[in-house]
């Protein structure tokens, strides 16, 4: 898989739970897009660069809940990308490099990082919006 992921750890620890709510860009070399409580912008030719903040990575790492249901809604719009968590905003990506993999219409998919653990989806939703 290419393409932006919006992560989720298992909170197994305090470093665990530092990447919930970041965007990754997978199998590129620019690894971590938007850390959890930041709005970053990517141009043509250019690296991301932060442009806003939601709020402090800390507070916001609040909303994971460890051992319960956790809320995951993805808004993905052409080069814009919305990740809350718990609906809680936790980061944002608007790549207006209209070559970039964050920009290519293609296939989801669902993982877990971190240590091993049980792992339960349930009334998943995908909306294709015109």
């Not at 909170?11 to 897009?33: C, D, F, H, M, W």
């Not at 293609?106 to 998943?124: M, N, T, W």
């Amino acid at each position: 898989m290419i393409g932006p992921q919006a992560d989720f750890w298992y909170p197994v620890n305090e470093r665990a739970k530092q990447y919930s709510g970041q965007l990754y860009s997978q199998n590129t070399s620019l690894g971590i897009i938007a850390w959890r409580g930041q709005v970053v912008q990517s141009l043509p030719g250019k690296p991301p660069q932060l442009v806003g903040t939601i709020g402090d990575r800390a507070q916001l790492g609040t909303y994971v809940k460890d051992g319960e249901w956790n809320q995951y809604t993805i808004i993905a719009r052409g080069g814009v990308i919305l990740h809350i968590l718990n609906g809680q905003l936790m980061a944002v990506l608007v790549d207006d490099d209209s070559k970039s993999t964050n920009n290519v219409s293609g296939l989801f998919g669902l993982q877990i990082e971190g240590a091993p653990c049980k792992v339960s989806f349930r009334d998943l939703w995908l909306r294709k919006i015109d």
